[in-house]
């Protein structure tokens, strides 16, 4: 017959205060062995089973504010703990040399506009001029073609005519026009496009100096001070960091071996320091669907779940260590027992071993059912209430054993 062994620490400890060891006693004559045990009464009472696990409490709603822009700080409008609200502003950074980046940019765009249309200008003029050339030689095309007819000039003059003319044509085709005016070309637009588009840009950044918060908060973190520049903060941080603290959660993480007890909805107590002797309840909030890796040194996997603090003490605050219970189950008006007092046969069944009248030991068989750190439901059709249980049997024990009660620990408080 085997033990049933918890793993947790707390059951070594209970059991080592529990179980004042079987005193085995020879009298003086050397006579027979004498056995203590400790026993209790076998009650009935309610029992709940909880997961118990560590987090900070956050606030519902976390911002890190950081800046696209890195220049310097000039001003910094709020200290840790001001309340604020959405598109509050927070810090303002020092716009003069993006003010110039804007002008100089203006003022490369405005140059670029007027030398393309200095260059239209010519181009037309070149454009004109070509129109009229070939205007011209289709003119003699037409007469020389008549004075060929009547052989009045040879082939070699005509077609040295019809050469001109083609080359003219083709010469306008070299501009980029449009019903006889002269537009940039797809190159030149597109670059002024980009140009304008980078203005638009600055301009918009031109708003960014202001540090606003992106949503309403507490500011719990200023990682920045005057003179530095926006992405010169303590430590590589986030230039401030904005809490909605309305509310309180906690992000835990549950073992995969106890994920299948937790559901959202389920009653939550939360202790932490900062409550001393109070207590603050919750929900489970939201379960992850996936399952990640406890640590690097671990193949235990685990699954993130949030708990939503409903009701909270005032002296309750964001970011320190609390401990969560949560339940998971729940039983009523049933027998319960020392966990330690359960032993497995070797036929797994599970035993414990009552106390007779008589001061014999007779081995009952039982079924289990939640469990505890401390305690586990039992359930078995030989099971009375009142009937003495013995506490920390040994597994030397058999059935129909003469033991002695011990008299001082017979009524065993292992709450």
Known sequence: MKKIFKK?????????????????????????????????????????QTISVKAPLEGIEKVDVVSPLNYEIIDIKVKEGDVVLKDQVLAELDSEELKEQITSEENRIALAQLELQDRLKAMQIEYDKALLR????????KINMELLENEIIT???????KSSLSEAKKGLESYNAVDGKIVSSPSEAKRIEIQ??????????LDKVFIKSPIDGT???????????ARDTEGEKAMFVVENLSKL??????????????????????????LKDGVAR???????????????????RVIPVVIDVTERPGNLIAGVIASAKIKVDKAENVFVVPSGALLQDENNNLKLFTLNEDNTLKSVTVEAG??????????????????????NPDMSYTDGMTVTPNKETEQVNYE
């Not at 006693?25 to 006579?31: D, F, R, T, V, Y």
């Open 8 to 48: 947790k620490s707390v059951i070594i400890i209970l059991i080592a205060i529990l179980a004042v060891p079987v005193i085995i006693a020879l009298n003086k004559n050397k006579g027979p062995v004498e056995v203590f045990v400790n026993a209790v009464s076998l009650e009935k009472k309610s029992i709940e």
């Open 249 to 274: 959660q906690m992000k835990v993480s549950i073992s995969e071996y106890d994920i299948e007890k937790v559901h959202i909805g389920q009653e939550v107590e939360i202790y932490s320091d900062v």
């Open 155 to 161: 082939q070699e003059s005509f077609d040295k005519i």
């Open 282 to 300: 919750g929900v489970v909030a939201r379960i992850s669907p996936t399952a990640e890796q406890k640590d690097n040194n671990a193949m235990e």
């Open 370 to 391: 939640i469990e505890t750190e401390l305690e586990t439901v039992i359930d078995g059709s030989e099971l009375t209430e009142g009937m003495d249980i013995v506490v």
């Open 219 to 229: 500011i719990t973190r200023v990682n920045v001070n005057l003179g530095r520049y």
């Open 196 to 205: 304008k588009q980078e203005l638009e840009k600055k301009k918009k950044d």
């Open 134 to 141: 070939v205007k011209e030689l289709e003119d003699s095309y």
